[in-house]
């Protein structure tokens, strides 16, 4: 009860300064807690969440909730039932406190809409908390939970972790059903969870991966938490490429990446440079997929007319895309599959930065990253989205410093569905980069 009771204090607190949560559950919280301290009084088994209290991403149904999208449109459908990744973390006893904002529609790498405003960064007000899923990594990064819910199509579990200073994993393609899409048969589309650590990850992943028919491409495999113990770093063969080939990554980003080379490397680790052939239309070409995705989505809704401008944009492109663009999506997508391939033919793990910048101030917005720069790389503010397009390889962001007053993140790809092993990977180097502590308004 007490647990939830500081929760909501200091979410209460959290949303003056930094605008995280669409709708807080106070009451069903509460009483949830007191069933939960009636279970522990009765001295019966307790599930892994018992208790805990949790976030969910406002794109993602809970019964009784039905979510806004981060929208002014109306959804044609009013009662979306819940979503089976809610489902399972309430069976494990998870409390939902509430539900945390997100981009509109979730499309952009910034949480900022007509509907709810800007959601800020806890560590500066005036920075943006990355997106889309930035309400939930506000909701751990400030102390209100430690573990919130979020999809990735693009990043957008990955880069508000990174952006936020906390934990953040992609796990690979269906590992964790998703099924709030209009299509079961995306391929850069997963959820996964925002957590203070990667123990805590661990514990999202435990009781929330698994089949089911909802997600036709959902993985029947047990999730084996005894895999995701800690690895050994001796000896452990790194792969590490500082700007994935073709992006502009800042020199705080730079520096504090290959800091973390020399440390893994005090420690045994072998870290070989990768050169990767990438170019900006990894981005390009992962944006025609992206927005013919987003396009069908808008077609659930009864007024896109309402939606943001922005948003609209990339409707309108999505509209337009074809079948052969989306084949030429795909020949990309098998090269870069055929590029990483040959990394972990010699290499156990990949690294990058999550980031090539920290976060950006709040009212920047994507297309102020999407230009090419007189060096000849890309002005990106992500380098998560190329592997949405690998979509099997898990990916995980984690804090490793602060640069300044803000945090920067390392991107951690496992091999391809691997990911408790990715998970032990993070669960290394979270010993020797230990999570960041909490900003301080």
């Known amino acids: 009860m007490d647990i939830v009771t500081e ?7 959290v949303q003056k300064h930094c605008n995280a949560f669409t709708r807080l559950f106070a009451k069903e919280a509460l009483e949830r807690a007191r069933e939960a301290d009636r279970t522990l009084a009765l001295g ?4 892994p969440l018992d208790g ?4 969910i991403k406002d794109m993602t149904p809970i019964a009784g909730h039905p979510p806004s999208y981060g929208t002014w449109a109306r959804a044609k459908c009013v009662d979306p039932g819940e979503a089976v990744i809610v489902s399972r973390l309430k069976r494990a006893g998870a409390i939902i406190l509430g539900q945390t904002t997100t981009a509109e529609l979730a499309f952009s790498s910034f949480t900022a809409t007509e509907r709810y405003g800007i959601t800020r960064n ?3 007000q005036d920075r943006t908390s990355g997106g889309s899923s930035g309400g939930s990594a506000v909701a751990v990064a400030a102390g209100v939970v430690p573990l919130a819910e979020g999809s990735d199509m693009g990043g957008s579990v990955r880069i508000p972790a990174a952006a936020c200073g906390v934990v953040g994993m992609k796990p690979s ?3 964790i059903p998703m099924d709030i899409l209009p299509t079961p048969c995306d391929t850069i589309s997963h959820f996964g969870p925002i957590a203070a650590s990667v123990q805590d990850a661990v514990t999202f992943l435990s009781v929330t991966a698994g089949h089911d028919p909802v997600d036709l491409l959902s993985q029947k495999r047990p999730f084996l938490t005894p895999e995701t113990a800690p690895a050994a770093l001796h000896g452990l063969r790194i792969a590490a490429s500082v700007d994935l080939g073709y992006c502009d990554v800042s020199q705080e980003v730079a520096e504090a990446f290959h800091e ?7 420690q045994g680790a072998e870290v070989v440079e990768a050169r990767l052939p990438w170019r900006r239309e990894v981005y390009d070409l992962w944006a025609t997929h992206w927005n013919a995705l987003l396009a069908a989505m808008a077609e659930e809704f009864e007024d896109i007319s309402r939606m943001g401008t922005s948003l609209q944009h990339c409707l309108k492109q999505g509209r337009r895309v074809s079948a052969r663009d989306l084949a030429e999506v795909g020949r990309l997508r098998k090269a870069m599959a055929t590029d990483m391939r040959r990394i972990f033919a010699t290499c156990d793990v990949f690294l990058s930065p999550t980031l090539a910048r920290t976060a950006p101030s709040a009212d920047k917005t994507d297309a102020d990253f999407e230009g090419d720069l007189p060096n000849g790389k890309f002005h990106a503010f992500d380098m998560a989205h190329p592997f949405n397009m690998l979509a099997a390889y898990p990916a995980i962001s984690m804090p490793v410093r602060l640069s300044g007053s803000m945090p920067v993140g390392i991107q951690i790809v496992g091999p391809v569905y691997e990911d408790e092993r990715t998970l032990a990977l993070a669960g290394a180097f979270e010993q020797i980069f230990p999570p960041l502590p909490l900003p301080i308004f």
Request: proline share 11%; net charge positive; charged share 30%.
């Open 122 to 124: 806890p560590w500066e």
């Open 260 to 266: 973390v080379l020399t440390r893994l490397r005090a």
């Open 52 to 55: 805990i209290p949790v976030c």
């Open 44 to 47: 019966k088994p307790m599930r």
């Open 173 to 175: 393609l269906g590992r």
């Open 7 to 13: 929760a909501l204090a200091r979410a209460e607190d």
